[in-house]
Nanobody, 129 residues
Framework: QVQVVESGGGLVQPGGSLRLSCAAS????????MGWFRQAPGKEREFVAA????????YYADSVKGRFTISKDNAKNTEYLQMNSLKLEDTAVYYC??????????????????????WGQGTQVTVSS
């Protein structure tokens, strides 16, 4: 069975921090890559960050560079998103995604919604005073 389970969302003040976690159970295989996307009301789902399992290459949206850090735990097939210096505009539903296709693509590939095969249920992140 395939499971993508995320957690860690919540309410945080501007300038604060949160860490999101997403565990992917993809039968007996590790994911080729995992990523994070977010979607605010009335807006399209946008890329946040991604990490390739082989080599650990990371990719970030310009809006979160220097503030967010994506990491992984290979043994647990889990990815994390450490979010620091949160801003009001970071408020959104955050979705984790897993790619089962072995393809050593770059930023253009991993920033696309259609590149991923499995998605979590989404977790709300609200940045407010």
């Amino acid at each position: 069975q395939v499971q993508v389970v995320e957690s860690g969302g919540g309410l945080v003040q501007p300038g604060g921090s949160l860490r999101l976690s997403c565990a992917a159970s993809l039968r007996t295989f590790s994911p080729a890559a995992m990523g994070w996307f977010r979607q605010a009301p009335g807006k399209e789902r946008e890329f946040v960050a991604a990490i390739r399992w082989s080599g650990g290459n990371t990719y970030y949206a310009d809006s979160v560079k220097g503030r967010f850090t994506i990491s992984k735990d290979n043994a647990k097939n889990t990815e994390y998103l450490q979010m620091n210096s949160l801003k009001l505009e970071d408020t959104a539903v955050y979705y984790c995604a897993a790619d089962r296709t072995i393809y050593l693509g770059g930023a253009d590939y991993y920033s696309r919604v259609e590149s991923y095969d499995y998605w979590g249920q989404g977790t709300q992140v609200t940045v407010s005073s």
